[in-house]
């Protein structure tokens, strides 16, 4: 009990410090309700900790509180990474980085307030006009020439979380030394320091004419654009979750050639609620229960969900039996790297130097089919960011044809 009472007087003192001035109305009334309650829970679980900067950035549940994700938990991350950036990059007459978010809840507030921020810093500021999905945050950073971007996302959790990813200049989520750099920085930030008011020349708003340059880079990769034009009239039943695929991808299964598209009409609809799903993870059968209708109702070859920012995806097509079968993510990632080495070298265009990666959780049946046809594979931790140094490591040098990890994840 007196553990307990410790536990609540020091989540008191640190609310009480909520209460100050620098703080908007909205989180003073939203702490003083915690504070009033007679169920100290709410209070504990807002004040107990500070939400963590780690080498990912930061996730958590939305609300007031310093283990909370808010403008002020936002803010900091923010000030840190700021104040590295000018420490790495002192050597730059301007400092870029581009700004990005999903569909979630506060993500445009959060992801405004980080320009907002970085502007105020002097930095200058590529951010979206809206939602966008994950790959392309990475791709502006290299378009802009950004020595770095954060990204508003919490991917697939639950509709209470956010986060924020914090990228390098190579258009990776930030890697050693710099992620250790940046939590330095950001764990000496006290509320006080941030530069909350923005400078709108140093902001960029951008848009469409990123998705459309994006788009016709996407669509470079295609390796037998023939085998698209004999079956544009595949039947694909398409679903964003709720989330950034619908911004992009049945745009770009357009492009690509197919002309039988069928978007979940319900999930067509952004939503950081995400109210026709318990969970917006593709990993999750039931997730697809509203595609899988319409495949059945239309009698679909293949069924295709991204997940709320879009940088994974689940499918599912139908076995010998005409039964619809979800496809794990080691599958996908076989099933694609397979066609890519196989494919690429019967219409000539594997080179000697070629390479693919997998993370070292994913099926090692890749190895193997690398070895047969002589293609070097890597291993990696598991995480894109360490797929992209592998292909940081080799640029200019070697060419990077594919790869991806066993939880949905594909990067070609």
Not at 62 to 90: C, D, E, H, P
Not at 112 to 121: G, K, L, P, Q, R
């Amino acid at each position: 009990m007196e553990n307990n009472a410790q536990l609540i007087a020091q989540c008191e003192a640190k609310a009480e410090q909520w209460l100050a001035p620098e703080f908007d109305e909205q989180t003073r009334k939203e702490v003083k309700e915690l504070m009033e309650n007679t169920d100290k829970t709410g209070l504990i679980d807002a004040f107990y900790k500070d939400l963590e900067f780690g080498t990912g950035g930061l996730r958590g549940i939305m609300g007031a509180g310093s283990n909370r994700m808010n403008i002020y938990t936002v803010g900091m991350a923010t000030q840190g990474l700021a104040n590295y950036l000018k420490k790495n990059f002192a050597n730059l007459s301007l400092i870029k980085v581009a700004v990005c978010h999903d569909c979630r809840n506060n993500s445009r507030l959060f992801a405004e307030t980080v320009a907002n921020i970085f502007s105020a810093n002097g930095i200058k500021v590529y951010l979206f006009d809206d939602m966008r999905p994950t790959p392309e945050c990475s791709f502006a950073i290299r378009h802009f020439g950004c020595q770095s971007g954060v990204n508003i996302t919490a991917s697939h959790n639950p509709r209470e979380y956010n986060g924020y990813k914090a990228y390098w200049e190579d258009g990776a989520q930030v890697l050693a030394p710099h992620d250790k750099g940046i939590i330095d920085e950001v764990n000496k930030v006290k509320v006080a320091d941030v530069k909350f008011k923005g400078n709108p020349e140093l902001i960029e708003i951008i848009g469409e004419e990123i998705d459309k340059i994006y788009l016709e880079q996407v669509k470079t990769i295609s390796i037998d654009p023939a085998v698209i034009e004999r079956h544009k009239d595949l039947k694909i039943v398409y679903t964003p979750l709720h989330g950034t695929g619908m911004m992009l991808i049945p745009q770009s299964l357009k492009l690509w050639g197919f002309e039988n598209v069928h978007c979940v009409k319900e999930q067509m609809e952004r939503s950081g609620d995400f109210p026709t799903v318990v969970s917006p993870n593709p990993e999750n059968g039931e997730a697809l229960t509203l595609a899988l209708r319409d495949a059945k109702a239309i009698d679909a070859d293949i069924v295709m969900a991204s997940d709320p920012d879009a940088d994974r995806v689940g499918m599912a097509c139908k076995n010998d039996k005409g039964e619809w079968v979800l496809i794990n993510g080691n599958q996908t990632c076989l099933l694609f790297l397979y066609y890519i080495i196989t494919n690429r070298i019967k219409t000539g265009k594997m080179k000697p130097n070629d390479f693919i990666v997998k993370t070292i959780v994913t099926t090692e049946v890749i190895k193997k089919i690398a070895d047969k046809n002589n293609i070097e594979m890597r291993d990696c931790y598991t995480g894109f960011k360490w797929i992209a140094n592998e292909i940081l490591k080799s640029e200019g040098k070697q060419k990077y044809i594919g790869g991806g990890e066993e939880s949905y994840g594909f990067l070609a």
